[in-house]
């Protein structure tokens, strides 16, 4: 079954075909993908043999990074390494688990997606150019969150239907 969308960008209005059933299969296939990415990245941060330190890719990875002095800033400051050796695994971790069962989406893929712009900004592993799979990690919850891949086969469709939510219509902008 084929399906008409429409688009305006910079001023024109594009429309497309598309295939409603494909759509969904494959929004929910990036949001579990991408969920178990990161869930896998924070819990093998916490089962590693060594704790998880930051301080190494902070101060000394960074050399060519356009953040290269916030970097070394915070791998030089011991309450925020501390701060980053904490929240990179457990947001990694929580930004999965919210992505695998679809709840508080658009939330988790914004904060997945800061992230990934710090990754990307600060491996600036640009060596074969500028896309990368840092690039890569930053446009899947771009397109998770901004297609409210959680209401498909996740928990915020039902979350977006209890009264609270309804009575307070701005959540819908964490949910989906």
Wanted: hydrophobic content about 55%; glycine content about 14%; aromatic content about 14%.
């Amino acid at each position: 079954m084929a399906a008409t969308g429409q688009i305006e960008m910079m001023g024109n209005r594009l429309e497309f075909d598309y295939s409603e059933n494909a759509t969904g299969y494959v929004l929910v296939l990036t949001r579990l993908i991408t969920g178990y990415w990161f869930l896998h990245a924070g819990i093998g941060k916490y089962m590693a043999a060594e704790p998880f330190d930051a301080a190494g890719w902070l101060v000394n990875a960074t050399g060519g990074s356009p953040i290269h002095g916030f970097l070394a800033w915070a791998g030089q400051t011991p309450w925020m390494l501390e701060f980053t050796n904490i929240m990179i695994p457990l947001g990694e971790a929580l930004i999965g688990f919210a992505l695998l069962v679809g709840v508080l989406t658009r939330l988790a893929a914004f904060f997945g997606g800061v992230l990934m712009a710090f990754f990307y900004l600060g491996n600036a592993a640009w060596s074969h150019g500028m896309v990368n799979g840092d690039l890569f990690g930053l446009m899947m919850f771009v397109i998770v969150g901004t297609l409210a891949a959680g209401r498909i086969l996740g928990l915020d469709t039902y979350i977006e239907e209890m009264e609270f939510v309804k009575q307070r219509p701005k959540l819908k902008y964490l949910l989906g």
